[in-house]
């Protein structure tokens, strides 16, 4: 049986731009009900959320995600951060970004991590904050200690969490990445609950994305980041079902970043 399609002309405001493509009826009632957001038109954010939607593994059940259209996790804490911005059009998010950190370096618990992502920090609490003074990062997760996971930026929107960074010959992972940060200081081992949380924030954004790979921060900034270090235990996470049919550097035991092989 022939499955109903649409046929869709989509005219921007440069002509050259104009294409046409089929799209599955659901999946175009599915878009229509895609809010538009700040800085981009209807069209635009429709596109967007279709762009996001093209993995067979994409699911239409959303139930982990506040209704909408946001990228928000429902069970995740929400501490909003100023520090985000435009993802380019049509860029599908394929990579999830592992980092760790701990504020001050090797001490848990605390706010200074959630002050940091928010600009709230004070440089001058504590000598190791000074070298953050007027830095502007975010991360769209952290998970602590305890497992517990708190959100800083909407995941359709572009964080802070990379800088200079290469994946699989393709730059500014911020474009296309998810960054998660692990609260750890690259000597202790993180917490059994911590990899919990991480797996199941995977599923949670394979429902959403078509997350293909996984990396550390240090795989696509080799040299300049050294997070999540080897205390990271990536078999651990890559043996998980939601980590299914997931490329990465370390499941193929290549030392490294996916570009440079
Ligand atoms: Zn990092």
């Not at 405001?13 to 599955?24: G, S």
């Not at 909003?80 to 998010?93: K, V």
């Not at 000597?187 to 949380?197: K, M, N, P």
């Not at 990536?234 to 043996?239: A, F, Y």
Request: charged residues 25%; proline residues 8%; positive net charge.
């Amino acid at each position: 049986m022939i499955p109903d399609t649409l046929e869709t002309r989509l005219v921007k405001e440069r002509p050259m731009a104009c294409v046409t493509v089929c799209v599955p009826k659901d999946v175009v009632e599915s878009l229509k009900a895609v809010a538009p957001r700040k800085g981009m038109s209807g069209h635009q954010a429709r596109m967007q959320s279709f762009a996001n939607s093209r993995s067979p593994r994409a699911q239409p059940s959303r139930t982990g995600w506040i209704p909408g259209g946001t990228g928000w996790l429902r069970e995740a804490r929400r501490v909003p951060s100023p520090n985000h911005d435009e993802r380019p059009p049509l860029t599908a998010i394929e990579l999830l970004v592992v980092h760790h950190i701990s504020l001050p370096p090797g001490r848990f618990r605390g706010d200074a991590i959630e002050r940091l992502f928010t600009n709230r920090l004070d440089p001058d609490s504590h000598p190791a904050f000074a070298p953050l003074r007027d830095l502007c990062v975010s991360a769209h997760f952290l998970i602590r200690r305890n497992g517990g996971l708190l959100q800083f930026v909407d995941t359709d929107r572009r964080a802070w969490h990379a800088g200079v960074s290469s994946f699989a010959g393709r730059e500014r992972c911020n474009d296309f990445s998810i960054g998660v940060e692990l609260e750890g200081d690259g000597v202790h081992r993180f917490t059994a609950a911590q990899y919990r949380a991480l797996r199941r924030l995977l599923g949670r954004l394979r429902e959403r994305y078509p997350l293909r790979s996984v990396a550390g921060h240090s795989d696509i900034a080799p040299g300049r980041k050294h997070d999540p270090g080897p205390r990271f235990d990536w078999p651990r996470l890559l043996r998980a079902r939601q980590a299914n049919g997931m490329e990465s550097a370390k499941r193929k035991g290549v030392a490294g970043c996916l570009s440079a092989t």
